[in-house]
């Protein structure tokens, strides 16, 4: 079993939409969770960073952690075509290395 | 935060011959990182580099392969050696903050193909 699990995608919605991305985990000994965001021809940029349980509001993006259910979201509200990007969640015990997810493919149709 | 310089941004070789990336970061980091890439995967680290320490290496990655300097705490090369089509990737330098180094920042990568 993978530490972490993205669905590939590709997802596909219109300009507007609440766009939802998740992955889940495998070990509750994980603590911390990041949401990162690659452009193509770009590396990836840290976009969320959440310690334990709860939620991160940050503008249009929130990112969810449910450590009970070892699931981990990122929402983006009213979604725009600059959006359009690969999203990759990684988490961290601390002090290691990160796991990465495979990344979500996301493109916004104006 | 940090500012991160990766060159080439991409190159074609030829099956054999090595690549050198160089990584620049625009302050001092203790750590920096070298990632891989590739199509459908998810980013696989190559191996941590300290300064004025040898590298460590992840499982599957070996120094006579993938060699790695670490001169100054601002600078930093992979070289990519005796290269075959299987090493066609993207290879991203990072260097880390936040209270356990999780918070990666990454240049903007080398796209390498192997003919």
Known sequence: ?????????PLSV????????N?????SAFQYFMWYRQYSRKGPELLMYTYSS???EDGRFTAQVDK???YISLFIRDSQPSDSATYLCAISRGNEKLTFGTGTRLTIIP | SAVISQKPSRDIC??????????????QVTMMF??????GQSLTLIATANQGSEATYESGFVIDKFPISRPNLTFSTLTVSNMSPEDSSIYLCSVG???GGEKLFFGSGTQLSVL
């Not at chain 1, 079993?1 to 995608?9: A, L, R, Y």
């Open chain 1, 1 to 9: 079993q993978k530490e972490v699990e993205q669905d590939p995608g």
């Open chain 1, 14 to 21: 219109p300009e507007g939409a609440i766009v939802s991305l």
């Open chain 1, 23 to 27: 992955c889940t985990y495998s070990n």
């Open chain 1, 54 to 56: 709860g939620n991160k």
């Open chain 1, 68 to 70: 009970s259910s070892k």
């Open chain 2, 14 to 27: 030829q099956r054999g011959t090595s690549l050198t990336i160089q990584c620049q970061v625009d302050s």
């Open chain 2, 34 to 39: 070298w990632y891989r890439q590739q199509p």
């Open chain 2, 97 to 99: 903050f936040g209270t």
